[in-house]
């Protein structure tokens, strides 16, 4: 197996199995919020709405649109960490800076970026910053999961 695919691998697994921890800390700071804030954490909400765009989301049951919503979650992850781990590398961080460094990329790019330019996910003026605050956090609690087991699985230091 070349290195390339198994850093890609590597991270593609550390991204999954680091959204678990994210998920937790995600859904304990939305309960530590205002009530007002309270809303379906982010990842439910772009499942929703990506639902919708594909004319699918009425056909859902409320089971189907949990288990959508955690199979979109955990891809992602799995996803994003592919990246990571193919660049991993390269950072001139070690893994749990790498990581962090990496997770709020992961978080900038996607909830000031893409998800709102594509009309998944609410424009950051909209959103609340509680909801930012958790939002950071738990990609932080991601990348820093992400570089350490990302590490462990390649079986040498990037740091």
């Known amino acids: 197996m070349s290195s390339a695919v198994r850093d890609g691998c590597a991270g593609a697994a550390a991204g999954f199995v680091a959204t678990a921890p994210m ?6 700071v939305r309960r530590l919020l205002p009530r007002h804030q309270q809303d379906p954490l982010p990842p439910r ?9 594909a004319g699918v989301g009425h056909a859902l049951t ?6 959508a919503t955690a199979a979109t979650h955990f891809a992602f992850g799995a996803a994003a960490g ?3 781990g193919l660049a991993a590398r390269h950072l001139p961080l070690g893994p749990a800076a790498g990581g962090v460094g990496f997770g709020l990329a992961v ?3 996607s909830y000031l970026g893409w998800l709102p330019a594509t009309g998944l996910y609410k424009h950051p003026a ?8 958790d939002m950071i956090l738990s990609h932080v609690v991601w990348g820093v999961t992400l570089g350490l087991l990302t590490t462990a699985l390649v079986g040498r230091d990037r740091g």
Do not use: L, S
């Not at 499942?47 to 765009?53: M, N, Q, Y």
């Not at 409320?62 to 288990?67: H, I, R, S, V, Y």
């Open 82 to 84: 592919a990246v990571y």
């Open 107 to 109: 978080w900038a790019g």
């Open 45 to 53: 909400q772009i499942t929703t709405r990506a639902a919708h765009a």
């Open 23 to 28: 998920t937790v800390v995600m859904e304990g």
């Open 126 to 133: 909209d959103e609340p910053a509680g909801r930012h605050a």
């Open 62 to 67: 409320e089971g189907e649109k949990e288990g």
